[in-house]
């Protein structure tokens, strides 16, 4: 589900406040009941941060899954340069569980793979919001590639090829 935003938050670069400052506005717009449920939005960018589409992946209860696929396809199909991942925590508490984390770690790794970097991932409720990227988390999980796909150790020629020295 798509939601329409003003031209002037489309054309602002985005950043941790930005996104909390959108997405607040966007969350405090549903109807109450329906502000009880998670949601999970993307925002996909530009290469110079400015928002391309804001897009309702998944809204429910906290078991839902959110396939990858759900993930990049919009953002794939407007050709972003990147997306940012944004999670309500209804409940008001901002702290990444473990699944968020691994959701994260995982989705960092595809995005990797797919030529289109995560640039942070937030969970906001109404009051507050974490940004894994402020924190430095976003970096550690790209730092430590739990969940490697981009093939990096494979992409290198071998010694032997790299030294003109091919197999006889």
């Not at 969350?27 to 290469?47: G, N, P, T």
């Not at 739990?146 to 150790?153: C, E, H, I, Q």
């Amino acid at each position: 589900m798509k939601r329409k935003l003003a031209a002037s938050k489309k054309t602002k670069a985005i950043d941790p406040v930005g996104v909390y400052a959108i997405m607040r506005d966007v969350l405090l717009s549903e109807r109450r009941a329906d502000r009880v449920q998670e949601h999970f939005w993307i925002l996909s960018l530009d290469e110079n941060n400015k928002l391309l589409l804001l897009e309702l992946v998944s809204f429910g209860p906290a078991a839902k899954p959110v396939e990858p696929s759900d993930v990049f396809s919009f953002a794939l199909q407007k050709k972003a340069a990147k997306i940012i991942m944004v999670l309500t925590h209804p409940g008001g508490n901002v702290t990444p569980t473990f699944p968020d984390k691994e959701f994260t770690e995982r989705i960092v790794a595809i995005g990797e793979f797919v030529r289109m970097p995560v640039a942070d991932h937030l969970i906001i409720s109404e009051n507050s919001y974490y940004s894994f990227a402020d924190s430095g988390v976003l970096q550690q999980i790209k730092d430590e590639k739990r969940y490697d796909l981009t093939f990096s150790k494979y992409d290198k020629p071998k010694p032997e090829i790299e030294k003109g020295k091919g197999k006889k």
